[in-house]
């Protein structure tokens, strides 16, 4: 099993890496890339040293699987040849992910539309995958027909540069900036680019990627994207409108029923889901799980998970883990 991580240098890259290492993936051959400034360090990994190889290395190398994190500019440029020679190249990025000939995989989702041939593979925004893990059972038994997102996203979403501003911030040091206001003691209504509707990058995946993932173009949802001062993981308020009647005990069951939910919701103790609680784990957390006293048919939900992984690192592996299982790569040759 021959494995690429390109972009291993990242926060989601290094990540990637731990999460190989816990699940215990069978690599026979890895590849550590990264950008040219970074070709020839050296990395650990599995307790061996890696140096890092450039792109191009990579692609003559012809990886089984190459698991991208390094923006959508470099995956749109490499993918396609890593894909040429055979390679499984998962895509953290957003370059891939709405175009339809490429399945946007949560494997708890919705992994039976991956198929052998499939070479591209996007992951979806970090965001968007830890509010469907929380609201695709209650979608199988409710059918929601609206839902209204508002998420507090860690600075380490946006990347190293924004977890060294708000550092930096921190102790009054000068650093380069990742966004064009303090994040620290501060909240920044604003996450991607905006368009021309006003939203920006960031609340139109929610709304794009949930309805593909969930092969729903009927789902109305609209998203307010924040960033806020923390690194343990992104936060969402979620107030979803059921078509069909529901009882908060049928929600907690079927939310106790999902692979990777883990629910924490205790008012009396003060126990619900936080960043700090999250931080470095897998799961989803769901709480202060109530009812929408204002309108029929909703519910509230607060969803908090590590966004760098199941949000991102441990998703990528989990498809790699689902590829490997279906000897797709011994039935290609690889």
């Not at 792109?55 to 923006?71: H, Q, T, Y």
């Not at 059972?137 to 540069?161: C, E, N, W």
């Not at 784990?281 to 769901?286: A, G, S, T």
């Not at 969803?303 to 990528?316: E, F, H, P, Q, Y």
Request: net charge negative; proline share 4%.
């Amino acid at each position: 099993m021959k494995i690429a991580v390109i972009g291993v240098t990242g926060l989601v890259g290094n990540v990637i890496l731990k999460v190989l290492e816990e699940r215990h993936i069978p690599i026979s051959t890895f590849l550590a890339v990264a950008s040219e400034r970074s070709t020839g360090k050296s990395i650990q990994f599995n307790g061996k040293e890696y140096h890092i190889i450039s792109i191009s290395e990579a692609i003559d190398a012809r990886p089984d699987i190459a698991i991208f994190s390094a923006g959508s500019s470099t995956s749109k440029q490499y993918a396609p040849l890593f894909a040429e020679k055979g390679t499984y190249v998962i895509d953290n990025s957003s370059a891939w992910r709405m175009y339809d000939h490429i399945p946007l995989i949560v494997p708890e989702i919705n992994i039976e539309q991956l198929n052998a041939s499939d070479h591209i593979i996007a992951n979806p925004n970090c965001s968007t995958i830890q509010m469907l893990m929380a609201l695709y059972p209650l979608h199988k038994a409710f059918d929601i027909k609206r839902i209204v997102v508002s998420t507090y996203q860690s600075v380490t979403g946006t990347g190293m540069i924004a977890l060294n501003q708000l550092h930096c911030e921190r102790k009054n040091f000068a650093c380069q900036k990742a966004y064009p206001y303090p994040i620290d003691l501060n909240i920044i209504p604003h996450g991607g680019t905006f368009e021309d509707n006003a939203y920006t990058s960031e609340e139109m995946k929610l709304v794009n990627e949930s309805r593909k993932i969930l092969s729903d173009d009927s789902l109305q949802i609209t998203a307010t994207v924040v960033r806020v001062p923390v690194k343990g993981g992104h936060s969402l308020s979620v107030n979803v409108e059921f078509e069909k009647d529901f009882s908060l005990s049928r929600v907690y069951e079927e939310l106790e029923n999902m692979p990777g939910i883990s629910i924490i919701d205790n008012p009396s103790e003060n126990k619900y889901p936080m960043p700090l609680y999250a931080e470095g784990k897998d799961e989803v957390f769901v709480g202060r799980i109530r009812r929408d006293f204002s309108r029929e048919g909703c519910i509230n939900l607060w969803i908090v998970s590590d966004n760098l992984r199941k949000g991102a690192a441990t998703n990528a592996v989990q498809i790699a883990e689902h590829i490997i299982a279906q000897n797709w790569i011994s039935k290609t040759g690889q």
